[in-house]
Nanobody, 126 residues
């Protein structure tokens, strides 16, 4: 069993940056893929970024590509999302998740990941 807890959200000005963290517990976290999803009001949850179990293999949505960076530290049992050049349309609740499946198909599972953390709200506004 893996438990996840996201943190780091808040109010950010357009063009600003924020780093989300996700603390994990459980013996298997270090051997499974992890990712970030987001959900804006009135919209479906969507994939943002995913990383394989040991890092080094990363996938991003088109909206995140070039601005966001996912990373993980299996010693600290954590996964991170560095978000730069933020836009108002990035406003959403961000969820970290982990899954025993392949990271390259994670984008297909916005509701089907094995483990979910509670979300953290990021608001991009002036």
């Amino acid at each position: 069993q893996v438990q996840l807890q996201a943190s780091g959200g808040g109010l950010v000005h357009p063009g600003g940056s924020v780093r989300l963290s996700c603390a994990a517990s459980g013996d298997t976290f270090g051997s499974i893929a992890a990712g970030w999803f987001r959900q804006s009001p009135g919209k479906e949850r969507e994939f943002v970024a995913g990383i394989n179990w040991k890092g080094g293999l990363e996938y991003y949505s088109d909206a995140a590509k070039g601005r966001f960076r996912i990373s993980r530290d299996n010693v600290k049992n954590a996964v991170y999302l560095q978000m730069n050049s933020l836009k108002p349309e990035d406003t959403a609740v961000y969820y970290c998740a982990a899954d025993r499946g392949n990271v390259d198909t994670m984008y297909r599972r916005p509701y089907g990941m094995d483990y979910w953390g509670k979300g953290t709200l990021v608001t991009v506004s002036s």
